[in-house]
Nanobody, 121 residues
Framework: QVQLEESGGGLVQSGGSLRLSCSASESISSINRMGWHRQTPAGKQRELVAAITSSGSSDYLESVKGRFTISRDNSKNTVSLQMDSLKPEDTGVYFC??????????????WGQGTLVNVSS
């Protein structure tokens, strides 16, 4: 299992920005995909917010496209999520995860403990 630790959460007003960071305990250069998921107060399951592959290809939840940007720095074993134009509905606990690819499917090999993002209206 890859040990992951998130930081950067906090309280921000609607329209503001936050930058989340995720540090891994080992090299992420061979990790096929790194992602950010969130658990919202109303949600029953975690939803994938953004993900980035080892080749640099990224994907986003429709509702955050144009506002969030995911990036990875393999030399520092970190993944970041820049969140701009935040909305109250972005409130939740954000989790970083690491995934490997096998047989065409991604499977998790590590989860962080989560960091709380609270967007006030």
């Amino acid at each position: 299992q890859v040990q992951l630790e998130e930081s950067g959460g906090g309280l921000v007003q609607s329209g503001g920005s936050l930058r989340l960071s995720c540090s891994a305990s080992e090299s992420i250069s061979s990790i096929n995909r790194m992602g950010w998921h969130r658990q919202t107060p109303a949600g029953k399951q975690r939803e994938l917010v953004a993900a980035i592959t080892s080749s640099g290809s990224s994907d986003y939840l429709e509702s955050v496209k144009g506002r969030f940007t995911i990036s990875r720095d393999n030399s520092k074993n970190t993944v970041s999520l820049q969140m701009d134009s935040l909305k109250p509905e972005d409130t939740g606990v954000y989790f970083c995860n690491a995934e490997r690819l096998s047989g065409g499917y991604y499977y998790a090999v590590g989860w962080g403990q989560g960091t709380l993002v609270n967007v006030s209206s």
